[in-house]
């Protein structure tokens, strides 16, 4: 099972919480989790290609899935990102602006930074995967990644601009520089 750090807990009073109730559909709330992985040693973010639910042609997306009634999301979304990705190393979650349709779901997001890129496993009809810059995804992305992107795309990015900068300095920073 993946480690994490959760970074969402002080932030997670600024979450804005849908003001409508979302109705049961048995062990299913209509409730999601997601997050976009981003590593830590490019600054880019993993995408996977699949074909949706409705049949249509093949578009870009993240790994999602159902909260059921009773799990936390930010748990599922690591789940999610351990289980589904085949990913076993560190990450640290933080908590994006939730996705969300009134007629019928929520989609809490998170961004789960990893410390470098890996193979994840593909299944239930993807077909296949890309580390990519925030600002050369793949096209078409898929609706909820696309709203997803437009409502916290600037903190993902920002987050993203951060690691590229970090990275390109690993080598010569001396973090005892700084000690007294």
Same mark, same amino acid.
């Given at each position: 099972?993946?480690?994490f750090q959760?970074?969402?807990?002080?932030g997670s009073? *600024?979450?804005r /919480?849908?003001?409508?109730v979302v109705? $049961?559909?048995?062990?299913?709330?209509?409730?999601a989790?997601? $997050?976009i992985? *981003?590593?830590e040693d490019t #600054? /880019?973010v993993l995408?996977?290609?699949?074909?949706p639910?409705? #049949?249509a042609?093949?578009?870009?997306g993240?790994?999602t899935?159902?909260?059921?009634a009773?799990?936390p999301?930010?748990?599922? $979304?690591?789940n999610?990102?351990?289980?589904?990705c085949?990913?076993?190393?560190?990450?640290?979650?933080?908590? *994006?602006?939730p996705?969300?349709?009134?007629?019928?779901f929520?989609?809490?997001?998170?961004?789960?930074?990893?410390?470098?890129e890996?193979?994840?496993?593909?299944?239930?009809g993807?077909?296949g995967?890309?580390?990519?810059e925030l600002?050369r995804?793949?096209?078409?992305?898929s609706?909820? !990644?696309?709203?997803l *992107?437009d409502?916290?795309?600037s903190?993902?990015?920002?987050?993203a601009d951060l690691y590229?900068?970090?990275?390109? !300095? $690993?080598?010569?920073?001396?973090?005892?520089?700084?000690?007294?």
């Amino acid at each position: 099972m993946a480690n994490f750090q959760s970074t969402s807990t002080a932030g997670s009073d *600024l979450v804005r /919480r849908p003001s409508w109730v979302v109705p $049961a559909r048995g062990s299913w709330q209509g409730v999601a989790a997601c $997050a976009i992985v *981003l590593a830590e040693d490019t #600054g /880019r973010v993993l995408v996977k290609q699949c074909i949706p639910a409705d #049949g249509a042609g093949p578009e870009w997306g993240t790994w999602t899935a159902d909260v059921l009634a009773g799990q936390p999301p930010l748990q599922v $979304a690591i789940n999610t990102i351990a289980e589904r990705c085949a990913y076993e190393g560190d990450l640290a979650l933080s908590r *994006l602006t939730p996705f969300s349709d009134a007629r019928f779901f929520v989609q809490h997001n998170y961004v789960a930074v990893v410390p470098q890129e890996f193979e994840p496993r593909l299944g239930d009809g993807c077909l296949g995967y890309q580390w990519c810059e925030l600002d050369r995804l793949p096209q078409p992305l898929s609706p909820a !990644l696309a709203h997803l *992107l437009d409502r916290s795309g600037s903190d993902v990015r920002a987050m993203a601009d951060l690691y590229k900068g970090i990275h390109g !300095l $690993a080598g010569t920073f001396d973090p005892l520089r700084f000690e007294d």
